[in-house]
């Protein structure tokens, strides 16, 4: 068992990760404190935000905090608000980071930002056409999952509650069917407040998630990152021990259900 | 009160008054209430603007920062504002602009814009807040349509703050690559309104009252309402200006709200008094308002010094202009046109970033990027 979890990794279109946290870069006040926490968090996947990004501009905070020999700078078309304009964004983002993976957000709402499944599958459908590798943000929607999915996906990215919410998983029982249905990695994405919820969605079977908020408004970010790590570890690990089934009925904890069968009738 | 108020409705005199009614007759319990809910409406903000608040305001002050935080985390957007033109049919009795002013006018010539755009890009600014008074001789729809499109080509992000327009009209400027516009109504309370705009095209209550809708109509991304504090009691205006922002918002789902806060300082004239507001008050309406619409961009410009501003970030307040010129020609030109306003936060661009990551903040030149709007 031990061995299963040291060699379990995340496979992303075919690219191997040890960590299964994925983290952002918004909302962190100083560039050393992002820093460190990608560090203290273990993460190798970096979400950023093409709209914030000055690329012409070197000194860019966010660009020279993210070591890219480190870590994959995974662009989000975050701000765009139909299909036209993330396929434009990732078009865009492709151009500076030299490669093709992208995370495909589309938000027309601009206080909730919750993804529009509509848009999401067009863009989604045109970008994998172009030969990109989509991480599509999504709603807990296991139909619109399996769309995604034959769209040629690379992850489904359901959120757990509204982004920069830290409401926790309350979409449990979406992401469970959709966990239970997938062929690519489940990544939790947004709502996840707590290092508790991000075991959670590991405990039952997400196979990442994805956490921002949550560390970069923390009191310690760089703590809260660690602490986040570790959950997701605990997490997965006990997802791969295999949790006892939970029923409404106590159970003995030395049954007899096997004792009597050996008896003779 | 409900929260939806038709646009007919927001202008008329009874609404102000139960609005009134409302915030004077909070009281402590009703403050707790509204600190205590999760989802805040406009009933909420009355009681959180009220008098019954101010021995609350340290709570209210820590719940809009813990609000701020995590709505937008350790994080200011810095933008500037760019006049082109001074020249105004407007009598507005407040302002520096107005025709019976014996100023200097000037519009920017094409030429000058370029001149005026490099030096704010040397400043790392990428946001961009174009203004103009009114009048649509000097500064056309398509002189301003134009004006856009130059900075569009050179800046990430371009809001107007111009006359107010047709539906097409924005429409124009949006296929130019303007995404935001401000547009105060100045005061929700219409005796004031019609004494202080005694002129011109602006005199129209009803028809500036509209202008924010038609803008979001024609696309524009972000759309900022305000009042110019200290016309009428400024915490009735806080709660117009919310049900104003709640039927945009109902409106427009696709848009995003914001709200300014520009605080008059001088005697308004056209026999309005003043009535002025201390910063403490300010600090209650942006704290208010913060709890009840938690997305909003909360902005706060050179009007205010700079003390207080800096109190302000992480309270609610995640825009601010710096480095502020208010007359065409003011950065790189040497230009002797009028001012609309005295700037009172003077510090340079570059220390107003300082100041920002001396707080842990990280100050934002750009958060929007052309490839939406291509």
Redesign the interface.
Same mark, same amino acid.
């Given at each position: 068992m031990v061995n299963q979890v040291f060699d379990d990794k995340l496979i992303i279109a075919g690219r191997a990760f040890a960590s299964r946290l994925l983290t952002g870069t918004g909302k962190f006040g100083q560039p050393e404190q992002l820093r460190a926490a990608l560090a203290a968090s273990g993460t190798e996947i970096v979400t950023v935000a093409v709209r914030r990004v000055d690329f012409e501009n070197p000194e860019d905070r966010t660009l020279a905090a993210v070591d890219r020999d480190r870590y994959l700078l995974l662009p989000n078309t975050s701000g765009a608000r139909d299909a036209i304009e993330a396929v434009r964004i990732a078009k865009i983002a492709s151009a500076i980071v030299g490669h093709r993976w992208v995370k495909l957000e589309v938000t027309p709402e601009p206080d909730f930002l919750l993804p529009d499944g509509v848009e999401t599958l067009q863009a989604a459908r045109e970008l994998v056409a172009q030969g990109f590798t989509v991480l599509p943000y999504m709603n807990a929607d296991p139909i619109l999952a399996r769309h995604l999915e034959e769209a040629g996906c690379a992850t489904l990215m359901p959120l757990a509650a509204p982004i920069g919410s830290n409401r926790g998983l309350r979409t449990a029982d979406q992401i469970r069917i959709i966990v239970e249905q997938a062929r690519v990695p489940v990544v939790v994405d947004a709502g996840l407040g707590a290092p508790s919820h991000a075991a959670a969605a590991l405990e039952l079977g997400a196979d990442a998630v994805l956490v921002n908020t949550a560390i970069a408004t923390a009191a310690d970010p760089v703590a809260m990152a660690r602490a986040f790590a570790l959950a997701v570890d605990a997490g997965r690990r006990a997802y791969l021990a295999g949790l006892s089934a939970r029923g409404d009925r106590a159970s003995a904890s030395s049954p007899l259900v096997g004792q009597l069968g050996k008896v003779a009738p | 009160m409900k929260d939806l108020v038709p646009l007919a409705a927001l202008g008329e005199p009874a609404l102000w008054e139960s609005a009134r009614e409302r915030v004077y007759a909070s009281t402590d319990e009703d403050v707790t209430r509204a600190l205590d809910a999760e989802h805040r409406t406009t009933d909420h903000l009355a009681a959180l603007l009220s008098p019954a608040a101010v021995p609350r305001l340290a709570a209210l002050e820590e719940a809009a920062r813990r609000l701020t935080?995590?709505? +937008?985390?350790?994080?200011v957007v810095l933008y500037v504002p760019l006049y082109l033109s001074n020249a105004c049919t407007n009598s507005c009795s407040y302002c520096g602009f107005a025709r019976h002013h014996d100023i200097r006018r000037a519009t920017l010539t094409e030429a000058e814009v370029d001149v005026e755009l490099s030096r704010l890009a040397e400043q /790392?600014f /990428?946001h961009l807040l174009l203004l103009t008074g009114e009048d649509r001789r000097a500064a056309s729809v398509a002189y301003i349509r134009d004006a856009v499109a130059r900075c569009h080509a050179r800046f990430?992000s371009v809001s107007v703050e111009v006359y107010p327009m047709t539906t097409a009209e924005y429409a124009v400027l949006v296929a130019a690559g303007c995404d935001g516009l401000t547009l105060y109504q100045e005061t929700y309370h219409r005796p004031t309104y019609r004494a202080v705009h005694p002129a011109g095209p602006k005199a129209d209550y009803d028809q500036r009252l509209a202008t924010p809708l038609r803008a979001a109509a024609a696309g524009v991304?972000?759309v900022s309402l305000g009042a110019l504090l200290g016309l009428a009691d400024w915490r009735v205006e806080g709660v117009l200006m919310a049900l104003h922002g709640a039927l945009l918002?109902r409106s427009y789902? /696709?848009? /995003?709200?914001g709200f300014g806060f520009p605080r008059l300082r001088t005697e308004p004239g056209a026999g309005i008094a003043l009535l002025p507001l201390t910063e403490r008050d300010l600090g209650q309406l942006i704290c208010g308002l913060r709890l009840c619409f938690?997305?909003a961009d909360l902005v706060l410009s050179t009007r205010e010094r700079a003390g207080f501003r800096d109190r302000m970030v992480g309270i609610g307040v995640t825009r601010m202009s710096a480095g502020s010129r208010t007359s065409p020609g003011g950065y790189a030109l040497g230009s002797d046109a009028g001012e609309q306003f005295a700037v009172t936060d003077t510090r340079t661009p570059a220390e107003i970033a300082t100041m920002l990551?001396t707080?842990?903040?990280?100050p934002?030149?750009?958060? +929007?990027?052309q490839? +939406?709007l291509?």
């Open positions: - | 935080l995590q709505r +937008f985390g350790r994080t /790392r /990428r990430s991304r972000a918002r789902w /696709r848009t /995003r709200l938690p997305d990551e707080h842990g903040y990280e934002v030149w750009k958060d +929007f990027d490839g +939406f291509a």
